[in-house]
Nanobody
Framework: QVQLVESGGGLVQAGGSLRLSCAAS????????MAWFRQAPGKEREFVSA????????SYADSVKGRFTISRDNAKNTVYLQLSSLKPEDTAVYYC?????????????????WGQGTQVTVSS
């Protein structure tokens, strides 16, 4: 079992930045691919970004490409999502997910473990 805990969310003005963190514990291993998804009120959960277990491959949704950056520190069992140039439409609960040996998988159904989420609110 892997436990994931997100942090770093908050309220920010449009154009601002935040850094989300996802700390993994339990049966942790650097062989887990990690991803971020988000869900806005009344909308389905959507893919944001993913990083392979080796950190050699990353993937981004078109809506965040060039503004968000995913990274990981395997020594700390933590994955990060740097959010920049935030827009009101980025407002959502952001979830971290993990899957063994995932290579930047975009499908939410592929992930085995999920965090509880952290709220990001961008004001206009």
């Amino acid at each position: 079992q892997v436990q994931l805990v997100e942090s770093g969310g908050g309220l920010v003005q449009a154009g601002g930045s935040l850094r989300l963190s996802c700390a993994a514990s339990g049966r942790t291993s650097s062989n887990y691919g990690m991803a971020w998804f988000r869900q806005a009120p009344g909308k389905e959960r959507e893919f944001v970004s993913a990083i392979s277990w080796s950190a050699g491959i990353t993937s981004y949704a078109d809506s965040v490409k060039g503004r968000f950056t995913i990274s990981r520190d395997n020594a700390k069992n933590t994955v990060y999502l740097q959010l920049s140039s935030l827009k009101p439409e980025d407002t959502a609960v952001y979830y971290c997910a993990a899957r063994a040996f995932s290579v930047a998988e975009r499908r939410s159904s592929a992930y085995d473990y999920w965090g509880q989420g952290t709220q990001v609110t961008v004001s206009s």
